[in-house]
């Protein structure tokens, strides 16, 4: 059973826009999420988390909101840059062990 | 900068083959992790390590073994490497106290094996 869940298994959106990629999550007991940004042939790299105790969390181009009765996050990019353009995954963790719960990923590109 | 470097970018191996995968990380983090990613399937944990000589299995163990002898390399082990055991395989480390968020994980580059 997913317990995190990325429904889209791709993306497209114009330079400049605003991307907004999703993830649900079906565990309560999540108390922690994070993004990861993953190139092909590279690793996937941190990009952004946010703790269930906040609603938002913002860095630069790169937001996450988290809706906890929903059981849903969202990673909003803005402007989208074409270097933007990569498997974004969502993932989650519990404060009892240190292993994250990663989603599917979501490929996303960035348009000309 | 954390640093997890893998010993190899590709390989091909053989059915049948043991195949060794080395990872090793220079920032002294207690966990390393072993995943791979397969095409819409993301990342899938294999085998976790909490200390040296320490192990757990992850989702897919079957298959795989690990081996941390010491605490910067962590190795990932396919007794009889199997057709279905192409991937890519990634491997990363964590720390409680390595002062970034308490669950980041560093990841290496990943190593593309193909069983023929």
């Known amino acids: 059973d997913q317990q995190v869940k990325q429904n889209s298994p791709s993306l497209s959106v114009q330079e400049g826009r605003i991307s907004i990629l999703n993830c649900d999550y079906t565990n309560s007991m999540f108390d922690y999420f994070l993004w990861y940004k993953k190139y092909p042939a590279e690793g996937p790299t941190f990009l952004i988390s946010i703790s269930s105790i906040k609603d938002k969390n913002e860095d630069g181009r790169f937001t996450v909101f988290l809706n906890k009765s929903a059981k849903h996050l969202s990673l909003h990019i803005v402007p989208s840059q074409p270097g933007d353009s990569a498997v974004y995954f969502c993932?989650?963790?519990?404060?009892?062990?240190?292993?994250?719960?990663f989603g599917k990923g979501t490929r996303l590109h960035i348009l000309p | 900068d954390v640093k997890v470097t893998q010993s190899s970018r590709y390989l091909v191996k053989r059915t049948g083959e043991k195949v060794f995968l080395e990872c090793v990380q220079d920032?002294?983090?207690?966990?390393m992790f072993w995943y791979r990613q397969d095409p819409g399937l993301g990342l899938r944990l294999i085998y976790f390590?909490?200390?040296?000589?320490?192990?757990e299995k992850g989702d897919i163990p079957e298959g795989y073994s690990v081996s941390r002898e010491k605490k910067e390399r962590f190795s990932l082990i396919l007794e009889s490497a199997s057709t279905n055991q192409t991937s890519m395989y990634l491997c990363a480390s964590s720390s409680p106290s390595a002062g970034g968020p308490y669950y980041e994980q560093y990841f290496g580059p990943g190593t593309r094996l193909t069983v023929t």
């Open positions: 993932a989650a963790s519990t404060a009892r062990d240190d292993k994250i719960i």
């Open positions: 920032m002294d983090h207690e966990n």
């Open positions: 390590s909490y200390d040296v000589k320490m192990k």
